[in-house]
């Protein structure tokens, strides 16, 4: 009986200096193991949080990158607007500034349906078609994806386009229309008419503005999230490896300690079974 516990011992300390862990199966440490089984599924959670991060990171900066084009567009066409009220234009400067308008609409048109990693950033949750059709009509839905970047914890990483340039309800700025008009105003000239539009682009800047610092909170959460997960990250598999990894000089000598005894008890037992006969032992 001896000789087995410590060929076992043998055995599982041979195997540990082989493997490098400590515990390769639940009978080796049922406590340890479920520390051990505990940590790893902390560790693989972490893992994908952080995947989750990075992906979040590229939808909201290119989201952000969008949001900040489009607001320099509206400004320049705000600055078009304003050059319109001048009385003294011919009729051909007001079609130069109205042609200009109309390819800052269509410049916005193509910010607003961006599309990266094969989906439309401002569609809500219908992100393989255009948010934005040819009829300058929003046919994306009111839904924003969330990631989970910590434990309970979810980051809103895309906006619908409606937030920023208008689903064509009372509660948003329609951004196209408001473009489509000022056009239509500068072309023939009514000045009543372009003031209305530019108060109108007042609107549908602040509205570009504001979805765009909603996207900032979300960036500002999201950063606070990977501080947390690059910290664990580094302290969850530092607790996993204190757990689980052998110790190589105490498993050196448990392993040169085992084998010394186990030769010690062959040799006695030798002995003790030198000449030895049935009659002997009756």
Known sequence: ARIQRL???????????????????????????????????EKRNYEQFQR????GTHLLNTSDNVLSEATNTLLRTKELAIQSLNSSLLPADR?????????????????ANTRTNNRYIFGGFQSTTQPYDVALGFVGDSNATEYEVGQGQRVRVTTNG???????????VDVFNNLLQLEVA????????????LETLESSVEQVIQTRQGLGIEIGRLEGARAVTTMMQEKVPEALSELQDTDFAEAVAELKLVETSLEATLATSSRMMSGASLLDFL
């Open 7 to 41: 060929r076992s011992r043998q055995t599982m300390t041979a195997e540990q200096l082989s493997s490098g862990k400590r515990i390769n199966r639940p009978s080796d440490d049922p406590m340890g193991s479920l520390k051990v089984s505990t940590f790893t599924t």
């Open 186 to 197: 500068i072309r023939a000239g009514f000045e009543g008419d372009m003031q209305d539009q």
């Open 162 to 172: 409606g937030e920023a340039f208008g689903d064509g309800t009372p509660n948003t």
């Open 52 to 55: 989750n991060m990075d992906a």
């Open 95 to 111: 079609d130069g500034l109205a042609n200009e308008v109309a390819s800052l609409r269509d410049h916005i048109r193509s910010l």
